[in-house]
């Protein structure tokens, strides 16, 4: 008889956002006159740009004619996108980076999930705490994680690094020795960054170990500050200790259309074998990438239009960012982040936990944000509210807060 992954047991029962969701969904059920607004998760909401919008139009009407359709797309993406990518992520920022190397996909979110698949079944991996939900779950699945505790919310074989208000959310390096690093700056949930001399440290430390760095640059478009690297591969000996993730999501709005790619540099090597030559099995096995006229839309992201259009949007959520800064900081909260990330983080009033201070936002407020335990034990006192909201919604849900 068939059995089940049991790791897949482990997990609890619903993923962080899931919850939320269904949250929102019985009380919109139960009061269906109170309108909910939504700064919960970091999904976008301005209209994909105009250059973006011809783009789709024109590669559609491509898949309509036999000289100009395209079928299955390469493996590792279109020649085309990942010279792009190379150009302008990578070399105008002066990493070495070459087109072959970046494997594009239908999104971060999927790649961050499956990287871990490419290493052994005992690596002992670190996360930062709080964390993006995905990095820890998928290392669950794969039965990495040791057993759950419930009392203190953590994997008895992960390496939390905690990052709170005290280290100004930037992890210590760890007293155990990982095999792989998950770091994501500027980063999700606390919407702080680090100083490029601060990840050079890391890379220095990971290439001491022998761990590879698994680096979630999806946030880089709302870096402000000129000291804060947008790419790990800006820091001396990367190429030999990291894959970085990256995603079309929070800056170009393709949370609906999925876009995104990682990069595993040939340099990066476990006894002689290529990386590279590992994640290029998945993809060209498991996975076919994202579709032609997704990835002939992401380049349009490139051209100088698309760079100033975009560029629009990312500064308009960025001021979102800022008022709810200065909203919150008036009505008397602790605020952090919001400056090179569109997440605010704030503490929670009164003593109250994470869940409490959402039920309080959802019934006085109907307002919803998301709870920082749900990111991890450190996240406990903590709420995170996005501001990728449209402007009047926002502005709303201050006032609501405001007057809570
Ligand atoms: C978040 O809210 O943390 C993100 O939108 C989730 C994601 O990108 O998958």
Redesign the pocket.
Do not use: A
């Given at each position: 008889m068939f059995q089940l992954n049991e790791n897949y047991l482990k997990l609890p029962g619903s993923y962080l956002?899931s919850t939320i969701a269904k949250k929102a969904a019985a009380y919109r059920a139960e009061y269906p006159d109170r309108p909910l607004i939504s700064l919960g998760?970091?999904?976008v909401t301005q209209p994909l740009a105009l250059v973006i919008i011809e783009a789709l139009h024109e590669a559609v009407d491509e898949m309509a004619k036999a000289e100009t359709f395209h079928g299955y797309a390469p493996d590792l993406g279109y020649e085309f996108l990942r010279r792009a990518i190379a150009e302008n992520d990578y070399a105008a920022r002066g990493c070495s980076i070459a087109a072959d190397e970046i494997f594009v996909s239908d999104g971060a979110?999927g790649d961050s999930a499956n990287i871990q698949e490419i290493f052994s079944s005992d690596s002992r991996i670190a996360v930062c705490d709080p964390v993006?939900p995905v990095y820890v779950d998928s290392n669950v699945m794969a039965g990495r994680t040791g057993e759950y505790d419930a009392a203190t919310g953590t994997w008895s074989k992960v390496i939390y690094m905690p990052c709170t208000a005290e280290n100004g959310f930037a992890p210590a390096l760890p007293d155990v020795t990982p095999d792989l690093i998950y770091l994501c700056f500027p980063n999700?949930?606390t919407g702080s960054a680090i100083t490029k001399d601060q990840l050079q440290e890391w890379v220095r430390y990971a290439s001491s170990v022998g761990a590879v760095i698994i680096y979630d640059a999806a946030y880089e478009a709302y870096i402000s500050e000129e000291n804060v690297p947008h790419s790990i591969y800006e820091c001396e000996g990367a190429r030999e200790c990291a894959i970085e993730l990256r995603s079309f999501?929070k800056n170009a709005g393709f949370t609906g259309t999925r876009l995104g790619f990682t990069v595993v540099p040939k340099d990066l090597k476990c006894n002689g074998v290529m990386l590279h030559s590992l994640w290029a099995r998945r993809h060209g096995t498991k996975y076919n990438g994202a579709p032609y006229i997704i990835q002939k839309a992401g380049c349009a992201v490139y051209t100088p239009e698309g760079k100033a259009q975009i560029a629009e949007q990312v500064a308009r959520y960025m001021e979102n960012a800022k008022m709810i800064r200065e909203a919150l900081k008036e009505s008397g909260y602790t605020v952090y982040g919001g400056v090179n990330a569109p997440y605010i983080w704030m503490k929670t009033p009164d003593g109250l936990t994470s869940w409490e201070f959402f039920d309080r936002l959802l019934n006085e407020a109907n307002v919803i944000g998301t709870p920082g335990s749900g990111f991890g034990p450190s996240g406990e006192g903590y709420f995170r509210l996005?501001a990728f909201g449209n402007r009047e919604n926002t502005k709303e849900a201050l006032e609501r807060i405001r007057r809570m």
């Open positions: 956002f998760i970091g999904d979110k993006y999700n949930p999501s996005t």
